[in-house]
């Protein structure tokens, strides 16, 4: 089977009710990026940032996978797929996707203040705990933050996702406005044999000279459309 290798941002999960950075202006669910998703943020308010996380995951129990989601999931009886996505949410595992390299952390996560990119400190939580207190500690004796990679810290799975963007077939870009790096430079590992298809209602500029295969739509028409034009 061909490997079909997908790059997931914002604009994936919008159509299931989750707002973005890019339509908000800056804004997370009204409070700015340095707020809430910033080392600095945190260490000025962790209760506010610990808080505003809490909000999240309990946004997660109203919302559902789109049709873009699942069949990106129902993909995998014809694909190798492998899902690369800048988004938080487990929307993508819920419609059926059970490769997904979440680049910037997870929302049902949590890990040490203290050393959070230390995998033996992150630990999912159940929907029980979704709501994380002050006082709540990691195993290390610091305080549990959320399993987020903010702006400014290293994204430790970049490598593994390198990895799979070198072997694609097939490159699928759907809702992200391909300026945060380092996921927008993913593009540029793309093998030159590989056909790049971009999925979004929105005008996206990408720096390359590869020939790109724009579908205008948003991700659930966007999804049928490709899924017509791969023959499955």
């Known amino acids: 089977m ?8 914002a604009g994936m999960s919008a159509e299931s009710g989750i707002k973005t950075f890019r339509d908000t202006g800056g804004l997370w669910e009204d409070y700015s990026i340095e707020e809430v998703a910033t080392p600095e943020g945190y260490a000025k308010n962790p209760e506010l940032v610990i808080r505003f996380y809490n909000e ?5 129990k109203d919302v559902e996978p789109n049709v873009g989601h ?17 988004n938080v949410d487990n929307l993508h595992e819920r419609g059926g996707s059970k490769n997904v390299i979440h680049l910037h952390g997870e929302l049902i996560k949590v890990c040490s203040s203290r050393d959070p990119q230390n995998p033996k ?25 959320p399993f987020i990679v903010w702006f400014g810290e ?3 799975k970049i490598e ?15 809702g992200t406005s391909m300026n945060v ?8 590992y793309v093998p030159a044999r590989a056909e790049i298809y971009l ?34």
């Open 121 to 145: 400190l992150v630990r999912e939580l159940s929907e029980d705990e979704y709501d994380v207190k002050m006082g709540d500690l990691s195993e290390d004796g610091s305080q549990l933050r």
């Open 56 to 60: 999240r995951r309990k946004q997660l």
């Open 181 to 188: 790096y380092p996921a927008a430079g993913l593009l540029n």
């Open 199 to 232: 999925i979004d209602p929105h005008p996206v500029t990408v720096n390359t000279n590869r020939t790109i295969h724009v579908i205008a739509k948003g991700a659930s028409e966007g999804m049928e459309e490709l899924k017509k034009i791969l023959g499955v």
């Open 160 to 174: 593994e996702a390198l990895d799979i963007v070198r072997s694609a077939d097939i490159f699928v870009i759907i």
């Open 154 to 156: 290293p994204v430790p």
């Open 70 to 86: 699942k069949i990106l999931g129902e993909l995998e009886q014809h694909f190798n797929v492998t899902v690369i996505t800048q």
């Open 2 to 9: 061909k490997n079909l290798v997908i790059l997931s941002g």
